[in-house]
């Protein structure tokens, strides 16, 4: 369980932004989407720049919580944090499409 001290809620400096990404995958893994949701929360708020994070975070809220609007801000986001990735800018592409068509469906 990811563990912050509860002044700041900002993680220690010798934290392992590799072992607590690795917990959030597991936890989504499982199936354990709050969790998951939780862990890249805080490692979103504090690796602000990470675009790969925000990347798992839209995933996580799409696919896991099926909060499409908070997945759609964190594609967007990728797009501004990597324009210079071509890789991971095709990814969040057909990523926001797919949310965009879900968010579509269910207005009409």
Known sequence: MLVAPKS???FTMNMDLDCE????ETAYM???????????DLLTANFPDNPRL???????????????EIA?????LVLALAPEDVELI??????????ENLLKSRED
């Open 30 to 40: 499982l199936g354990h989407y709050g969790e998951a949701a939780a862990i890249i």
């Open 8 to 10: 700041s809620g900002k």
């Open 21 to 24: 990404y690795r917990n959030a």
């Open 90 to 99: 095709n990814t969040v592409l057909q990523e926001i499409i797919y949310v």
């Open 72 to 76: 759609r801000q964190e594609y967007e």
């Open 54 to 68: 925000h990347l798992f975070r839209g995933y996580i809220y799409n696919y896991g919580l099926q909060e499409y």
